[in-house]
Every structure is written in structure tokens, then in C-alpha cells.
């Protein structure tokens, strides 16, 4: 998806700059500081595409490590059961669908030790 967003903002670049010295009265000495000042702003689009960039793959990131993290406490809760462990405890720290998930789990440990019991 970003490789298509880059090569769609060289390709505006490209083509406005060919439409831009198609247009242009070549006369007048005004070539260089126009072209000067249409690099400028894409330079400007482009520095503020990294940041962006940069400061999405953080959000993305700090995202990835809280479902790692909720994921692998659900997974030692599930492996901590598989032991007949039914009193393990389970720490979701950050998302309500793994908790409503491991309140599922927690009902059916219940089951499973009554059944134990018996």
C-alpha cells in the first residue's frame, strides 16, 4: 500500500512538472524560480509523507506489542489450563475482546473443574 502511495505522488510530481514546462513562456526568466519553488513544495509533500510515515509506524507498532503482549498472557492462561491448572490467572492488560474472551475461558474452567470433581 505505501509502495502505491510512492509511486503515485512521483508520478503527480513527474506529470505536473511536464504539464507545468509545456505551459511555460520560456521568454522570461522566470523558468528557474518557478521550478525552483515547485521542487520546494514537493520536497515539503514529501518530508511531511515520512513524518507521517514515522509517526504511523509508531502507533503501529506501540498497536502490535499490546496484542503480542494480551495474546501470549492468553496463551499461557490457556497452556496453564491444558495442565489442570483451573486456578492459573490470566492478565489482559489492553483489549476488551481478549477479556471478554478469557471471561468466556474463565466459565468454562469452572465446568471443566466441577467435572473433575466428580
Known amino acids: ?29 522566470d523558468v528557474v524560480m518557478l521550478l525552483d519553488t515547485y521542487n520546494s513544495i514537493w520536497a ?3 518530508v511531511l509523507f515520512i513524518v ?6 509508531i502507533f503501529v ?9 494480551d495474546i501470549n ?10 495442565k489442570k491448572n483451573y486456578e ?7 483489549y476488551l475482546e481478549f477479556l471478554k474472551m478469557s471471561l468466556v475461558f474463565k466459565n468454562l474452567v469452572k465446568r471443566l473443574k466441577s467435572k473433575d470433581k466428580k
Not at 507521517?52 to 509506524?57: D, M, P, Q, V
Open 73 to 82: 498472557n492468553f496463551t499461557k492462561y490457556l497452556e496453564e489450563i491444558n
Open 1 to 29: 500500500m505505501i509502495t502505491l502511495f510512492i509511486v503515485l505522488l512521483v508520478s503527480a510530481y513527474i506529470l505536473i512538472k511536464n504539464l507545468i514546462l509545456e505551459n511555460i513562456n520560456y521568454e522570461t526568466n
Open 44 to 46: 515539503g509533500i514529501f
Open 61 to 69: 507498532k506501540k498497536f502490535a506489542d499490546e496484542v503480542t503482549r
Open 52 to 57: 507521517g510515515l514515522g509517526i504511523s509506524f
Open 88 to 94: 492459573a490467572p490470566i492478565q489482559i492488560q489492553h
